[in-house]
């Protein structure tokens, strides 16, 4: 397979030359580069751990159950999901501050339902 993009327009195929769409790509890159920089490997940690944890829960993540898991300060971690959240990217949390929604997964209902291989099923953010 060649290192091809194909755009469709109406009936017809045509093929995106590469110097169009790399350019785009690394554009991209860069801006999550960015928006990623004020993430440490504990923020991360932290926002995995949440992905993971939503849709095995089906119910708000609470900050304790993070911090009691992950074996970090309660603090820590609400302070990390405090940030996660200012970033408007990584988390949402409700008026108690539990996490409602990790990117890509939320426990409220959407229009976009999702089912893991374990069997698990969640709505997508």
Do not use: C
Not at 16 to 33: A, D, L
Not at 60 to 77: C, H, I, K, T, W
């Amino acid at each position: 397979m060649n290192n091809a993009l194909l755009s469709g327009l109406w009936k017809i195929m045509i093929e995106v030359p590469p110097f169009i769409w790399e350019k785009q790509i690394e554009k991209k890159k860069t801006r999550i580069r960015q928006a990623t920089a004020f993430m440490t490997p504990e923020h991360r940690r932290v926002h995995h751990f949440v992905v993971r944890q939503l849709p095995r829960l089906g119910r708000p993540l609470p900050p304790d159950l993070a911090a009691q898991e992950l074996n970090l300060p309660l603090e820590r971690v609400k302070a990390i999901f405090q940030e996660l959240e200012q970033n408007l990217t990584f988390l949402y949390r409700n008026e108690k501050g539990e996490v409602l929604w990790a990117y890509p997964v939320t426990v409220e209902k959407t229009p976009h339902r999702i089912t893991f291989n374990t069997g698990e099923q969640l709505y997508a953010a």
